[in-house]
């Protein structure tokens, strides 16, 4: 299995600008979840879903923010727009059935800076 | 609503030094726990999991970690480090069946001198 695949790794773009991160889970899990990490907050969940329907949006910071996951083998997460203080790295990851139970695993995140 | 405490954010230990990295969590039923490490520019893995059972569960690396109702700990050790283990190590726990989410810590940044 290859994992939780994020992409892209890095991603640099201006203030103002729209962002898409892209993450693919691991094949039969059925939960995924966005994580911010910043060294300030730490790691923040910024939503998840369950068999690609949102669960819980509570951590999505404000409205430039959305997620979607059209199936069960990819999601995005698209900040429109950017802006500076949304510079972190952002993790994907995914879980057999609820992640409060097995765990989760990982993707290798996506560093964006916003300039 | 669950928590979890990692009192320390920056350990430095020897080469070879024996390690413990310290966990609390808050949570009113038996907690599902889990360590997790962050090498740099990666994302995290999951080191060891305890549900039920034995206290002292062993996972990946040569980690172990122990869990003591008592003080709602779930502390991880390792006898003997190497300069390899040198990473940020995170603790979570979940409310177990039935529930979606991991709860974090702020993580402990562990150093490892040669």
């Known amino acids: 299995d290859a994992g939780v695949i994020q992409s892209p790794r890095h991603e640099v773009t201006e203030m103002g600008q729209e962002v898409t991160l892209r993450c693919k889970p691991i094949?039969?899990?059925?939960?995924l979840f966005w994580y911010r990490q910043t060294m300030m907050r730490g790691l923040e969940l910024l939503i998840y879903f369950n068999n690609n329907v949102p669960i819980d949006d509570s951590g999505m910071p404000e409205d430039r923010f959305s997620a979607k996951m059209p199936n069960a083998s990819f999601s995005t997460l698209k900040i429109q727009p950017s802006e500076p203080r949304d510079s972190a790295v952002y993790f994907c990851a995914s879980s057999f059935r609820q992640g409060g139970s097995y765990g989760y695993t990982f993707g290798s995140g996506t560093r964006l800076t916003v300039v | 609503a669950q928590s979890v405490t990692q009192p320390d954010i920056h350990i430095t230990v020897s080469e070879g030094a024996s390690l413990e990295l310290r966990c609390n969590y808050s949570?009113?039923?038996?907690?599902?726990l889990f360590w997790y490490v962050q090498s740099p520019g990666q994302g995290l893995q999951l080191l060891l999991k305890y549900f039920s059972g034995d206290t002292l569960v062993q996972g990946i690396k040569g980690f172990e970690a122990e869990f003591k109702r008592s003080q709602s700990s779930f502390n991880l050790r390792k006898p003997s480090v190497h300069w390899s283990d040198a990473a940020e190590y995170f603790c979570a726990v979940g409310a177990g069946a039935g529930s979606y989410q991991l709860t974090f810590g702020k993580g402990t940044k562990l150093s490892v001198i040669p």
């Open positions: 949570y009113g039923a038996t907690p599902y």
């Open positions: 094949s039969g899990h059925n939960s």
